[in-house]
């Protein structure tokens, strides 16, 4: 399941297209347009502007596939991909590290088998606890990146763009990529171990293709619509449950209102369990992408991989000066 977020870098670029542990499996990509076309043929029904555009002008609007953050994007990506595919791979294999270390640590006790159950009620529990725990710490990593200064910096990068396509899933710093997978790798880690001393053996995770069968059902079900342009909201008691497209696109959202909204991945519940829930309506919602015009900042890709650095520096410098010295409006008290 690590890997699967993870979306391990192969050796030729191209293959990840073909690569179920990959969420740029074309699989993927594919179940979106699908879901875009039924998004369309919904809206084309009640407004005859969208008919008229047709299928391919609503899912693949010019504006947004030839705007300069679109095309950064495209670049970030392709860099990524291929400069940095070894740090890329080192960085998942952290977050294994961590889940194996705890795996290893919890079979030299003698507590394993505690609680007998049939096998399929154990595999669907660790199956469950391990998809919830797995995205709880990936919640808990985006909650950091936007209320502790320092990491809300690594994390602007994602949120400088300016148009949403899905190629905007990719402009993520490398620090919070890590970030994300040594959170998701500890309560992962975690939760196999606690399943192994309660059903012993029997704590088997579900898989196909090898992928974890929520993942795999979250991947299929839309992903790569949550950044888009295309509103496909989860409403009512699902929105409370479950993180639709609709759901990412307002985390995105520059409206002061939606600011730290909307932090999970996979399940809602932890957004409202802690406060930070927006459930989207059912009609699409108007708001401004970006960073308040501070997305400027980031408008190469030098500038989105050093920009970070750079902020920090000034920071760190700025807090070294003693207090009288520092000048009113200093980045030491920006959130």
């Known amino acids: 399941m690590l890997e699967f977020l993870a979306a391990n870098p192969v050796a030729a670029f191209g293959a ?3 690569d179920p542990s990959n969420r740029w499996f074309a699989l993927y990509l594919a179940s979106s347009v699908v879901f875009a076309f039924v998004v369309y043929q919904i809206q084309a029904r009640r407004d005859p502007e969208t008919a008229a555009e047709g299928f391919l002008g609503f899912a693949f609007p010019r504006e947004l596939w030839s705007h300069p953050s679109t095309r950064l994007d495209l670049v970030y990506w392709i860099i990524n991909k291929t400069l940095f595919a070894t740090l890329l791979v080192g960085t998942s294999y952290i977050a294994l590290v961590i889940d194996r270390g705890i795996g290893w640590l919890t079979q030299s006790l003698p507590l394993e088998g505690l609680v007998p159950a049939p096998l399929g009620v154990a595999i669907a529990a660790t199956t469950l606890g391990m998809v919830l725990a797995f995205d709880f710490g990936l919640w808990l990593a985006h909650y950091l990146g936007h209320r502790v200064p320092f990491l809300w910096e690594f994390h602007k990068v ?17 620090v919070d990529d890590v970030l994300s997978l ?8 975690l939760s196999m171990a606690g399943a192994r001393i309660l059903f012993g053996a ?3 995770v579900l898989n196909a293709f090898q992928a974890h069968i929520v993942l795999l059902a979250f991947y299929l079900l839309g992903f790569h619509l949550r950044h888009s342009h295309v509103w496909l909201p989860y409403t009512g008691w699902l929105g409370h449950l479950l ?3 609709a759901h ?16 999970g991945f996979i399940f809602a519940i932890w957004d409202w369990m802690f ?4 459930v989207p309506a059912k009609e699409k919602e108007s708001f401004r992408l970006g960073l308040g015009g501070e997305e400027r900042e980031f408008s190469s890709v030098a500038r989105l991989y050093l920009r970070p650095f750079a902020k920090i520096g000034a920071r760190l410098a700025v807090a070294a000066r003693p207090r009288g010295a520092r000048p009113a409006g200093s980045p030491e008290s920006a959130a």
């Open 158 to 174: 994602h949120h400088s763009v300016e148009v949403l396509t899905p190629l905007a899933a990719g402009r993520v710093h490398p």
């Open 202 to 204: 029997d704590a088997l």
């Open 248 to 263: 990412h696109q307002v985390h995105h959202s520059a409206e002061e209102r939606h600011w730290d909204r909307n932090m």
């Open 182 to 189: 040594v959170f998701a790798g500890l309560f992962s880690g």
């Open 275 to 278: 406060g930070t829930l927006w």
């Open 16 to 18: 990840m297209f073909a």
């Open 243 to 245: 993180i639709s497209p």
